[in-house]
């Protein structure tokens, strides 16, 4: 893992209503923003053509911004199973498509990835959005879902910074 690469990131924040994305570049200790967004399938859909709304959208993101790594976005647990199995029909399809397409794919916690951003894992959805401005000034028209997948994003660059510490302390 050399971190004086420049290494294209993408964030994903997956949903079946809603599933944001982000893509930044790190390099060393910085990172910059390249792009966002948030795929939106139609609900009206049944839910396998919405999986591959998903999926088709989520390829042309991939071919157009040529991340090598993608990071994604545990699933919380929802209140009810079906909205949770849903969440995961959604999650599962990102993985398959980032995987397929040959990123090395790691998953973080949310509160893992707020805790990278903000310092504590508790911290609310307004002060991540806040922290992923300031690190990455040049985006705009943040939405929730495309703001929680470039703070994935920053929080995957954050951890492969700690990782190649470790390996140099070794």
Not at 71 to 84: D, I, L, Y
Not at 85 to 97: P, V
Not at 150 to 155: K, P, S
Request: aromatic share 4%; with cysteine.
């Amino acid at each position: 893992m050399d971190l004086s690469a420049q290494t294209t990131i993408i964030g994903i924040d997956p949903g079946l209503q809603h599933t944001g994305w982000g893509v930044i570049n790190s390099i060393g200790n910085r990172v910059s923003w390249i792009a966002h967004g948030v795929i939106n399938p139609p609900t009206s859909l049944p839910l396998a053509d919405r999986l591959a709304f998903l999926a088709r959208e989520l390829r042309k993101i991939i071919e157009l911004y040529a991340p090598s790594e993608a990071a994604v976005e545990e699933t919380f647990f929802a209140n009810s199973a079906k909205t949770s199995l849903l969440l995961g029909h959604a999650r599962g399809a990102a993985l398959a498509i980032l995987a397929g397409e040959g990123l090395v794919v790691s998953e973080y916690a949310t509160r893992r990835v707020k805790k990278a951003l903000v310092g504590t894992g508790s911290a609310e959805k307004d002060q991540v959005a806040f922290m992923v401005k300031r690190l990455l000034p040049n985006c705009d028209a943040l939405k929730s879902d495309s703001a929680d997948a470039l703070a994935v994003a920053l929080c995957h660059a954050t951890e492969r910074k700690m990782a190649q510490a470790v390996l140099r302390a070794r």
